[in-house]
Nanobody, 127 residues
Framework: QVQLVESGGGLVQAGGSPRLSCLASGRTFSSYGMGWFRQPPGKEREFVAAISWSGGSTYYADSVKGRFTISRDNAKNTVYLQMSSLKPEDTAVYYC????????????????????WGQGTQVTVSS
């Protein structure tokens, strides 16, 4: 069982660069692939970014590529999402997710790849 707790959300001005953190419980964090998803108001949840167990592979949605960076610190059981050049359309609840597939498999962008989910943290971007 893995518990995930996100932090770092809040109200941010357009163009801002907040960093989200996701702290995982358990001693097996380093074996899990990790992802970030988001759900904009009134829309479906969508993939944002993912990182393999070692950090050697990363994946991004086209909408955030070049603006967001996913990273992890296995010693701290934490995965990060560094966001930059935020736009109002980045407003969403951001969720951290953990996959038993350390390398994330063929579909790192699919929510079905992930077993554990955090409660989410709200990011609101003001224009």
């Amino acid at each position: 069982q893995v518990q995930l707790v996100e932090s770092g959300g809040g109200l941010v001005q357009a163009g801002g660069s907040p960093r989200l953190s996701c702290l995982a419980s358990g001693r097996t964090f380093s074996s899990y692939g990790m992802g970030w998803f988001r759900q904009p108001p009134g829309k479906e949840r969508e993939f944002v970014a993912a990182i393999s167990w070692s950090g050697g592979s990363t994946y991004y949605a086209d909408s955030v590529k070049g603006r967001f960076t996913i990273s992890r610190d296995n010693a701290k059981n934490t995965v990060y999402l560094q966001m930059s050049s935020l736009k109002p359309e980045d407003t969403a609840v951001y969720y951290c997710a953990a996959s038993r597939f350390g390398a994330l498999g063929p579909a790192p962008f699919s929510s079905s790849t992930y077993t554990y989910w955090g409660q989410g943290t709200q990011v609101t971007v003001s224009s």
